[in-house]
Nanobody, 113 residues
Framework: QVHVVESGGGLVQAGGSLRLACVAS????????MGWYRQAPGKQRDLVAT???????NYADSVKGRFTISRDNAKNTVYLQMNSLKPEDTAIYYC???????WGQGTQVTVSS
């Protein structure tokens, strides 16, 4: 079992930036694809970005060019840098360790107009 904990959410004005962090327990982190997902009120949980163990990244069209996913295997941490935030980015953001299908509790991101 892998324990995943997100941090870094908050309230920001449109056009601002936030950086989310996700720490995963255990020594398999470097082997796993990691992903960020988000869920807005009344909507399904959607993929935001993923990064493989080799560093290959994938993004939802809605965040391409604004968000950047990265990882630090020495710290068992994956990051999501979010720039040029929009009100429609408001959601709970979840981190997932794909290898064990482990999810964190989520961190709230609110973007005001």
């Amino acid at each position: 079992q892998v324990h995943v904990v997100e941090s870094g959410g908050g309230l920001v004005q449109a056009g601002g930036s936030l950086r989310l962090a996700c720490v995963a327990s255990g020594n398999i982190f470097r082997l796993s694809t990691m992903g960020w997902y988000r869920q807005a009120p009344g909507k399904q949980r959607d993929l935001v970005a993923t990064i493989t163990s080799g560093g290959t990244t994938n993004y939802a069209d809605s965040v391409k060019g604004r968000f950047t996913i990265s990882r630090d295997n020495a710290k068992n941490t994956v990051y999501l840098q979010m720039n040029s935030l929009k009100p429609e980015d408001t959601a709970i953001y979840y981190c997932r360790c794909n290898l064990y299908d482990s999810w964190g509790q989520g961190t709230q991101v609110t973007v005001s107009s």
